[in-house]
């Protein structure tokens, strides 16, 4: 399914599925639900759901009769943490979300090949983990 939200292009064909959840009911059962998060290639999650005639996906088919349907809907990162949390197992949650103890969160970010190269030298020179180097980096910026 592809759709145009706001401007943004969610594509299921394109996105990466990251987990996928059922509400165990029978296929075709009104109350049949199912469930997929997706991640866009920049970045964007959502869930692509269906489910039958007594879902929150249930379609209006005229003459208040509803039949079943499918929707993209957008949501945030802590949103789709949230999802995930709830509706798929520890394993696959920590396959998609980097889960810590401490309190920190991984934050993914795109540099060009000069700055990597650089970063990754650096953190050689001063024998420490590119992680700790940008957060050391962003903590002086931040102040």
Known sequence: MKKIINGSKYDTDTAKKLGEWTNGERYGDFNYCEEALYRTKAGRYFIHGGGGAMTKYAVSSGNNS???????LPMSR????EWAEEKLEAEEYEAIFEVTENG???????VSAAVKS???ERAEQ???TVSALVLEALEEYLK
């Open 66 to 72: 509803w039949s079943g349907g499918e929707k993209i």
């Open 78 to 81: 802590e949103a789709a943490m």
């Open 104 to 110: 920190n969160e991984q934050l993914n970010i795109t």
């Open 118 to 120: 650089r970063l990754w």
């Open 126 to 128: 001063k024998k420490v």
